[in-house]
Structure formats: C-alpha cells, structure tokens
C-alpha cells in the first residue's frame, strides 16, 4: 500500500478517518487541525492510499519538546493513527508508524513517543509490537469549580 504525506484533496477521506478516530470531536475542530497539519512544517500527516481509490489509515506527527521518559529534545510524537477496520493487521499502521519515525529523524529527532488510552489493549499491542516500550500509565482527573 502507498502511503505518502497528506495532500489538500484528501480532506474528505481524511475527515472520514479523524471522525471514527475521535467522534466527539466537532466537524470544525477536525477541519481547522488538518488545516494545521497542511501548513505547519513541525508537524505532519501521513495517509495509507487504497490501491482502488480512497484511503485507509492514516498517523498525525508532531514534535514535543518533551515527552514522558524521553531524554532528548524535540521528540517526534504519534499525536494520532488509524487504519480501517478492513485493512488492519496487515502492517499498513505499521508502515505509516515507519514513515512517521523517518520524518521525526530528518526533524532532528532521537526519539519518538505515543499514548494510549488505559482501555486501548489493539493500541498497546500494536506500539508494542512495533518496539515501543510502555513506561508509565497515567490517569487524568478533572474537578469543576
């Protein structure tokens, strides 16, 4: 499967993708960060091409200039990645986890770091199974005041 950066005409595939990846998202907030993913050279977007047409997975990069037990300085970050349902467990995530390390490394990077949530057993095994090594987990508490 091709995968490549993210181009202006893949928007409604792209779109497609975030929103099974994060539904409570709002349609303009999706737009308005793949606006930012098209623009911004210190982060970057990565699409799985369907040999039929259309896409099937996707991972958004980043640079952090910190993350969880990482030593050095930026560090490229898996802010987001998907693949479809139909298209899993046949290293097309992990092919779009390879072209994501490869930009972080031509951004300067060392390192390279993620997250999951507690419950996500397909994410955790998948970054592990990629070389990933788990370090800490973490639970968020909010209080309204």
């Known amino acids: 499967m091709l995968i490549r950066r993210v181009l202006p005409f893949d928007r409604d595939e792209w779109l497609r993708m975030r929103a099974t990846l994060w539904p409570k998202g709002p349609t303009t907030e999706h737009l308005a960060e793949m606006d930012e993913y098209l623009a911004d050279a210190k982060v970057a977007a990565f699409v799985a091409v369907r040999s039929q047409g259309g896409l099937g997975g996707f991972l958004e990069a980043g640079l952090r200039p910190y993350a969880e037990d990482c030593d050095t ?3 490229g970050y898996i802010e987001g990645w998907y693949v479809d349902a139909d298209l899993r467990q046949q290293g097309i ?7 994501a390390e490869e930009w972080a490394i031509e951004q300067g990077c060392k390192e390279m770091a993620s997250d999951c949530l507690l419950d996500n057993e397909i994410s955790l095994r998948a970054h592990l199974a ?3 090594a788990e370090t ?10």
């Open 73 to 75: 300085k930026p560090v």
């Open 130 to 132: 990629l070389g990933y």
């Open 93 to 99: 995530g992990a092919q779009l986890v390879r072209a």
């Open 136 to 145: 800490e987990r973490l639970i968020h508490f909010k209080k309204r005041l």
